[in-house]
C-alpha cells in the first residue's frame, strides 16, 4: 500500500526566510501529488498538484514544489515567507489505478517576526 | 461558488447521545468522504462514497456511520458516540477518488464528554 511521510511536525522559520518542506513517499508508479494547506479554523485549501511533465510545479501563494522520482520526494519550497503562511501543510499521494488517496500527518509551520 | 458545507462548526455532545454532522457539496461531484483530524496522526479516512448509493469504509470506521441517499449530501452519524471520538471532523468531495482536487468542508470540532 502507498504510504506519505512527513518528517517534520513542526518548523519555525523567520519571516522572509525560504522554506522547504519533506514529503517522500512509497509508491510503485508515477503517483499523483498534491500540497494542501490548512490556516487555522480553516478546511484544507489545494496549494497546487503534479500529474505528469515539468517536474517543478507552480501553485498559489508563491509556492512551489519538486517532484523527484529518484528520491521519491515532493518537496515544498517558498524563497520568502510571509507571517500570513503560519499553518499546517499537508502533503497527499493519490493512487489512480488502485483509486486511493492518502495524506502525511501534516507540517506546522510557525513563522517567527 | 464551489464550495462544502458542514454542520455544526463546533459541537459538545454527551457519550451516548446520537448526532449526525452534514455535509453538502454544489460541484456536482461522485466522490465524497469523512476525515478526522488529530494531532501528529494527519487525517484519517473514515468512510467514502464513490457514488450515490455507493459507500464504503476508510480506515477507521470503526463507530460512525453514513449515508449517500443524494449526490450532493453525504451525513457523518455517530450512534453512540464516546470520548475516543472527540475530534476534528472534515468532509471532502472530488470528481473521482483520487488524481483530483479534494474541497474540503471548513470542519466539525467536536467534544464528547
Known amino acids: 500500500a502507498q504510504s506519505v511521510t512527513q518528517p517534520d511536525i513542526h518548523i519555525t522559520v523567520s519571516e522572509g526566510a525560504s522554506l522547504e518542506l519533506r514529503c517522500n513517499y512509497s509508491y510503485g508508479a508515477t503517483p499523483y501529488l498534491f500540497w494542501y494547506v490548512q490556516s487555522p479554523g480553516q478546511g484544507l485549501q489545494l496549494l497546487l498538484k503534479?500529474?505528469?511533465?515539468?517536474?517543478l510545479v507552480q501553485g498559489i501563494k508563491g509556492f512551489e514544489a519538486e517532484f523527484k522520482r529518484s528520491q521519491s520526494s515532493f518537496n515544498l519550497r517558498k524563497p520568502s515567507v510571509h507571517w500570513s503562511d503560519a499553518a499546517e501543510y499537508f502533503c497527499?499521494?493519490?493512487?489512480?489505478?488502485?483509486?486511493?488517496?492518502?495524506f502525511g500527518a501534516g507540517t506546522r509551520l510557525t513563522v517567527k517576526p | 461558488e464551489a464550495q462544502v458545507t458542514q454542520n455544526p462548526r463546533y459541537l459538545i455532545t454527551v457519550t451516548g447521545k446520537k448526532l449526525t454532522v452534514t455535509c453538502s457539496q454544489n460541484m456536482n461531484h461522485e466522490y465524497m468522504s469523512w476525515y478526522r483530524q488529530d494531532p501528529g496522526l494527519g487525517l484519517r479516512q473514515i468512510y467514502y462514497?464513490?457514488?450515490?448509493?455507493?459507500?464504503d469504509k476508510g480506515d477507521v470506521p470503526e463507530g460512525y456511520k453514513v449515508s449517500r441517499k443524494e449526490k450532493r449530501n453525504f451525513p457523518l452519524i455517530l450512534e453512540s458516540p464516546s470520548p475516543n471520538q472527540t475530534s476534528l471532523y472534515f468532509c471532502?468531495?472530488?470528481?473521482?477518488?483520487?488524481?483530483?482536487?479534494?474541497?474540503f468542508g471548513q470542519g466539525t470540532r467536536l467534544t464528547v464528554v
Open positions: 471532502a468531495s472530488s470528481r473521482k477518488r483520487a488524481g483530483t482536487e479534494a474541497f
Open positions: 462514497s464513490m457514488n450515490v448509493e455507493v459507500t
Open positions: 503534479y500529474f505528469s511533465g515539468d517536474t
Open positions: 497527499a499521494v493519490g493512487d489512480y489505478n488502485n483509486n486511493d488517496m492518502r
